[in-house]
């Protein structure tokens, strides 16, 4: 019997160790129709590639999940059919791309990195001053977000509400991609964090400061200004795409090391910031906290060895192409010293990750702090051994994870 007989994303088994699966994809059905997502799934490395760089025969607009419309869906309440970055083609994509580039220029960035190293070195202290702490409520959730906060110019006053809006969106993404629906209390967060962005966006407008939200609001060097609907897309796109990714490169790549002990002593003889940043990367191939991405195809396209019928959903899993051995030799290896030249985890083509700059920062920064004060963590005993990997298949990192000192 195959592992395919019974394939489905939301599967328990699928969704705590998908690497089997996708092995499986790749060599017995590169093109794969799913029902219980209906889309066609592409999982070798060149097929996922091709379709990331021809966004004229995969539009990012209009993709139906489980055959419903992002405007069927609602998830998001009135933001559901804004464009934004990742729900846009050309010639859309180039003006907004143009338009928030400006913030997520390297320069800009790594002017922030003594900033994100304050704020990890305390959450760090913080939280290894307890015997056994929860790594990703200690460290891998409130760095992202805290730092995206501050790079908007969110008010200190609603850090704490900011917070939980995106909690409670995050969740709520997770589920009504499966359902269709958002709970009352998801609707109630972005209610809230709609009004609060408004106003501030209102606020910049008026009197800019140097945050993120007055460069969106004012128009400069001929580049024309985001209405007050799409500040709103943005920074919920922000908070989506920024934050749980981050957060779960952090939790798989301390599993990783957890489970590798000769990969983690290496690090630990040598903890420099080139090889904190050689582990994040390697772990963004080898656990991608992105699992796959969704197109429509615009007409009836040869791949995969077979045919993709034109406005049917594509999924394409970047997950399974970082491990596909045609690109990455013995790709189930945790090697942080291997080349991970080509990664598909930020994605590739036009929609490359806008904040793969900040995350490079980050998460070395992260895990250089985290090194220097608790250089050999292990599980604690309330660890469970099955990780739990929560609702969302798409984006994939432990829900908690309980460490201590060993
Ligand atoms: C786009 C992954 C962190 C902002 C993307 C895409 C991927 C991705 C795969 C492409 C989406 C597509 O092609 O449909 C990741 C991963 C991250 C990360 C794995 C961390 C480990 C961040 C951060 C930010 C961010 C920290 C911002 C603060 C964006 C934005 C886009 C994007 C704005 C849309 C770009 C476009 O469509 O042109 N990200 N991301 N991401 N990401 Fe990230």
């Known amino acids: 019997m195959s592992l395919l007989d019974h394939f489905d994303f939301f599967h328990p088994e699928v969704h705590n160790n998908p690497y089997p699966y996708f092995a499986e994809l790749r060599e017995k059905a590169p093109l794969f129709w799913t029902k219980s997502l209906q889309a066609h799934v592409l999982s070798r490395y060149e097929d996922v590639a091709y379709v990331l760089k021809n966004?004229?025969?995969?539009?990012?607009?209009?993709?139906?999940?489980?055959?419903?419309?992002?405007?069927?869906?609602?998830?998001?309440?009135?933001?559901?059919?804004?464009?934004?970055?990742?729900?846009s083609d050309p010639p859309i994509h180039t003006r907004l791309r143009g338009l928030v580039s400006r913030a997520f220029l390297p320069k800009r960035i790594s002017e922030m990195e003594p900033r994100v190293r304050e704020l990890s070195r305390g959450l760090v202290a913080e939280m290894t001053?307890?015997?056994?702490?929860?790594?990703?409520?200690?460290?891998?959730?409130?760095?992202?977000?805290?730092?995206?906060?501050?790079m908007l110019g969110i008010e200190i006053s609603r850090r704490r509400d900011f917070k939980r809006w995106s909690d409670s969106l995050m969740s709520a993404t997770a589920e009504s991609l499966r359902t269709g629906k958002m709970s009352e209390e998801a609707t109630r967060s972005a209610g809230e964090m709609f009004a609060y962005m408004k106003e501030i966006a209102e606020k910049r407008r008026l009197e800019p400061k140097g945050d993120l939200i007055s460069l969106l609001v004012q128009?400069?060097?001929?580049?024309?200004?985001?209405?007050?609907?799409?500040?709103?897309?943005?920074?919920?796109?922000?908070?989506?795409?920024?934050?749980?990714?981050?957060?779960?490169?952090?939790?798989?790549?301390?599993?990783?090391l957890i489970r590798h002990p000769e990969q983690y002593e290496w690090l630990r003889n040598n903890p420099s910031?080139?090889?904190?940043?050689?582990?994040?990367?390697?772990?963004?191939?080898?656990?991608?906290?992105?699992?796959?991405?969704?197109?429509?195809?615009?007409?009836?396209?040869?791949?995969?060895?077979?045919?993709?019928?034109?406005?049917?959903?594509?999924?394409?899993?970047?997950?399974?192409?970082?491990?596909?051995?045609?690109?990455?030799?013995?790709?189930?290896?945790?090697?942080?010293?291997?080349?991970?030249?080509?990664?598909?985890?930020?994605?590739?083509?036009?929609?490359?990750?806008?904040?793969?700059?900040?995350?490079?920062?980050?998460?070395?920064?992260?895990?250089?702090?985290?090194?220097?004060?608790?250089?050999?963590?292990g599980f604690a005993s309330r660890q469970p051994e099955r990780i739990d990997y929560g609702s969302s298949f798409f984006l994939r990192g432990p829900r908690s994870l309980w460490l201590r000192k060993s």
């Open 55 to 87: 966004p004229a025969l995969f539009s990012s607009v209009d993709i139906r999940v489980n055959g419903m419309r992002p405007q069927d869906r609602n998830e998001l309440g009135e933001l559901s059919s804004v464009t934004n970055l990742v729900n």
């Open 129 to 150: 001053a307890q015997g056994e702490f929860d790594f990703m409520d200690g460290l891998a959730s409130p760095l992202p977000v805290t730092i995206i906060a501050e």
């Open 219 to 256: 128009s400069s060097e001929g580049v024309e200004a985001l209405s007050p609907a799409e500040v709103n897309s943005f920074a919920v796109l922000l908070l989506i795409a920024g934050n749980e990714t981050t957060t779960n490169l952090l939790g798989n790549s301390l599993l990783a």
């Open 273 to 377: 910031r080139e090889a904190c940043a050689a582990v994040a990367e390697e772990t963004l191939r080898y656990d991608s906290p992105v699992v796959g991405l969704m197109r429509r195809a615009t007409q009836d396209v040869e791949l995969g060895g077979g045919k993709v019928p034109a406005e049917s959903t594509v999924m394409v899993l970047v997950a399974s192409a970082n491990h596909d051995p045609r690109k990455f030799p013995n790709p189930e290896r945790f090697d942080p010293q291997r080349d991970t030249n080509g990664t598909l985890s930020f994605g590739h083509g036009i929609h490359f990750c806008l904040g793969a700059p900040l995350t490079r920062l980050e998460a070395p920064v992260a895990l250089q702090e985290l090194m220097e004060r608790a250089p050999r963590l």
